[in-house]
């Protein structure tokens, strides 16, 4: 069972329609949460960090929501720049020290 | 400046060969990873290091060896390649305070074996 599920698997939006990524994970013991963004060709670039239930973070057209099971990327007005992979991570107490567990990522493309 | 980076960025080599992965921060950082990006794009950890110390070994091969000369430094050893070895490998490092412990990766070195 995977402990880092990303849904969906791939997104196309019109440039300015807003939507929403999830990341559920099944893992105790949660450290935090991460964001990352992955272009093609490159490595993954740090978004956000969430460490509890309740905690936002924004950046630019981005905002990270958490809760106990899950969180959102909300992403409002998205430009074809936005297009890329986003991946969630997870660092839990059952893990390895600071160890970072991805899920598969959600590959978004904006269209202009 | 290139806060983590990785040579070669490609490398393309025949089965049976032995190859290293180079990795230098110059973040300060006190931990550094390899990480394997498989063809589906999945991201999993291979190996740790925390001031010169292994701390995560996950189930990887033993053909698979980290090296780390010093804190700056984490270098990926691979001997006796196999066609399933063709990847991705990312290297990584991180702070590990407790309200810092995102982890940058460099650009990646992509691995094939014919």
């Known amino acids: 069972e995977d402990q880092v599920t990303q849904s969906p698997e791939a997104l196309r939006l019109q440039e300015g329609e807003s939507s929403s990524l999830n990341c559920s994970y099944t893992v105790s013991g949660l450290r935090g949460l991460f964001w990352y963004r992955q272009d093609p060709g490159k490595g993954p670039e740090f978004l956000f960090t969430?460490?509890?239930a309740g905690e936002e973070k924004e950046k630019e057209r981005l905002k990270a929501t958490l809760t106990k099971k899950e969180s959102f990327l909300h992403i409002t007005a998205p430009k074809p720049e936005d297009s890329a992979t986003y991946l969630c991570?997870?660092?839990?107490?059952?893990?390895?020290?600071?160890?970072?567990?991805f899920g598969k990522g959600t590959k978004l493309s904006v269209i202009p | 400046d290139t806060a983590v980076s990785q040579t070669p960025k490609y490398l393309v080599t025949q089965m049976g060969n032995d190859k290293s992965i180079k990795c230098e921060q110059n973040?300060?950082?006190?931990?550094m990873y390899w990480y394997k990006q498989d063809s589906k794009k999945f991201l999993k950890i291979m190996f740790s290091y925390n001031n010169k110390e292994l701390i995560i070994n996950e189930t990887v091969p033993n053909r698979f060896s980290p090296k780390s000369p010093d804190k700056a430094h984490l270098n990926l050893h691979i001997n006796s390649l196999e066609l399933g070895d063709s990847a991705v490998y990312f290297c990584?490092?991180?702070?590990?305070?407790?309200?810092?412990?995102?982890?940058?990766f460099g650009q990646g070195t992509r691995l094939t074996v014919v």
């Open positions: 969430l460490y509890s």
């Open positions: 991570a997870v660092d839990y107490s059952g893990a390895g020290s600071y160890q970072l567990t």
């Open positions: 973040l300060g950082h006190d931990t």
């Open positions: 990584a490092s991180s702070q590990d305070e407790q309200e810092n412990t995102e982890a940058f």
